[in-house]
């Protein structure tokens, strides 16, 4: 209503928006080697447990900590906290290093939230 207690009326119209191009103009070129030097933290997580606080205040030199997986069992391949793959524990000269053996669609982050995927 306006301010004089008569209807007013509103036009609506569609809105219209030019085409996506789904290519780079000509003459350009995707830059994504630019990211080859960005720095990303990998973690390969072996398992996981939980305990009560009075139990991590006894642990000692010597203690062990019984995970929730078993041995044998894939080990996570996390990226900047993203679940990407899944591989198996490798021993490369003394070191160890992770096999990997999937790539993990619709990556999570350590706490099952989806998150930008990777292709399987």
């Given at each position: 209503m306006s301010e004089n207690g008569k209807?007013?009326?509103?036009?609506?119209?569609?809105?219209?928006?030019?085409?996506?191009?789904?290519?780079?103009?000509?003459?350009?070129?995707?830059?994504?080697?630019?990211?080859?030097?960005v720095p990303l933290e990998v973690t390969v997580?072996?398992?996981?447990?939980?305990?009560?606080?009075?139990?991590?205040?006894?642990?000692?030199q010597g203690s062990v900590v019984e995970l929730e997986k078993s041995a044998g069992d894939p080990v996570d391949v996390l990226i900047n906290g993203r679940l990407v793959a899944r591989g198996e524990v490798v021993v490369v000269d003394e070191n160890f290093g992770i096999r990997i053996t999937e790539i993990v669609g619709g990556a999570r982050d350590t706490n099952g939230n989806a998150g930008q995927g990777v292709e399987s």
């Open positions: 209807e007013r009326l509103t036009e609506i119209q569609r809105a219209e928006f030019p085409e996506v191009q789904p290519s780079l103009p000509s003459g350009q070129v995707q830059k994504i080697d630019l990211l080859y030097d997580e072996i398992g996981r447990t939980r305990r009560l606080l009075k139990e991590v205040l006894g642990f000692t």
